[in-house]
């Protein structure tokens, strides 16, 4: 199935950038996810796909089709551009069956009678709603009605699918197994496929590619680990998870490498650059699960180990979170913020940020 090209799409609502220079590519069968707080232009990105808006500028293709050309004026059907979508509220029409609605895209592209029945069949297999084809969709859960939703989107085999905030309607547990469901049949099928969420863990899970939106424009693309091991913001580093902070003086380390020096934290924290940090003035961003942790006792082993010892550090706050225990320290002057799968026991502990931990980022 052919890759997804969006180049250099903009809208301009009155004096607001809703869409600034979006532009990305989705290679072949893979997932890519727009991930941003709401109202930074998701759904527009998306409907410009799908061909339910058309944006001031930009292009995007389909393989080597045209499906949207600002310049040229060309704006392909919706029902022409090949896609499968599933909108934010599944939409489902109350009125008709399961298989009335799975059938519908079908209508509109005036298939014949026996392929719609065997699509209908083979997409409510797909989604494991076979014997619900006579149902209404208010006789379902809601996990089965988005599963609905997908098979519709799925009935006219469409070479791309887009999804718009598929899971909003699900509860906490349900959404963990739609997610898991959804990316297995994505990965069966090889299809080619933009979801949109506002949910950091959903976009982590799933994506091949994440593509960070913030007031219409992408912010930082990267697959979930980069992403969030190299946020590269301030905005991205936040909205991803979690994340302590630590501005400071740079200099060069002697084996190599660099070191920040933070106003008020003991000793000091070992860093990479691809280059030279241009300004001395450096933030550094550490995930709370990155940061060592040890007992008061471990401080002295590890030193003659040859690890540097930690800095001794105070717990302020404990919050038990089931999973894991989340901890505030004091460092120092400098309050950081850890996460542990064990909890702590009493006393003060001992914290390294490990060159591996830290990433810069700009502000
Ligand atoms: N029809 C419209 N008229 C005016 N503003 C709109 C319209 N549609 C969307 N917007 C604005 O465009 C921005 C992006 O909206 P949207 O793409 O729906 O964001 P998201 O899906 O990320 O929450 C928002 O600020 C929203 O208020
Ligand atoms: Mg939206």
Redesign the pocket.
């Known amino acids: 199935m052919p890759e997804l090209s969006v180049r250099h799409l903009t809208q301009t609502?009155g004096s607001?950038r809703?869409l600034d220079d979006v532009d990305f590519t989705v290679a072949d069968g893979t997932f890519t996810t727009l991930l941003?707080?709401?109202?930074?232009?998701?759904?527009?990105?998306l409907m410009a796909i799908a061909g339910f808006h058309t944006p001031d500028g930009g292009t995007i293709h389909h393989g080597d089709r045209v499906l949207f050309d600002a310049a040229a004026g060309h704006d392909l059907p919706a029902e022409r551009r090949a896609l499968g979508v599933v909108f934010q509220s599944y939409a489902l029409f109350p009125h008709m069956t399961v298989g009335q609605n799975v059938a519908y895209p079908l209508r509109l592209r005036r298939a014949g009678k026996q392929e719609i029945q065997h699509r209908v069949r083979t997409v409510l297999e797909l989604v494991e709603l076979a014997d619900r084809a006579d149902a209404h969709p208010h006789q379902l859960s809601g996990g089965q009605q988005q599963r609905v939703a997908l098979a519709r989107a799925l009935s006219h085999a469409p070479t791309a699918l887009l999804l718009?905030e598929p899971f909003s309607n699900l509860d906490a547990k349900l959404r963990e197994r739609a997610r898991d469901w959804l990316t297995d049949l994505q990965r069966d099928l090889g299809i080619t496929t933009v979801f949109?969420t506002?949910d950091q863990t959903e976009a982590l899970a799933m994506s091949d590619q994440i593509l960070v939106?913030h007031q219409?424009r992408i912010v930082r693309a990267g697959t979930p680990s980069d992403v969030y091991h190299h946020p590269g913001t301030r905005f991205v580093a936040e909205f991803l998870g979690r994340c302590n902070f630590l501005t400071g003086t740079a200099r060069k380390a002697a084996g190599g490498g660099w070191q920040l020096d933070v106003p008020g934290l003991p000793g000091t924290v070992p860093f990479r650059a691809d280059a030279p940090p241009g300004d001395e003035t450096v933030t550094l961003a550490v995930r709370p699960e990155a940061l060592v942790i040890a007992g008061p006792e471990a401080g002295n082993g590890a030193e003659s180990a040859g690890e540097p010892a930690g800095r001794p550090a105070k717990i302020t706050h404990e919050t038990f979170l089931g999973d894991r225990y989340l901890y505030s320290l004091a460092v120092g002057q400098v309050a950081l913020t850890a996460l542990t799968p064990h909890r702590l026991g009493e006393g003060d502990v001992h914290v390294t940020v490990t060159e591996d931990a830290a990433s810069v980022i700009v502000d």
């Open positions: 609502l607001t809703i941003g707080p709401s109202g930074c232009g998701k759904t527009t990105s718009d949109v506002h939106m219409g």
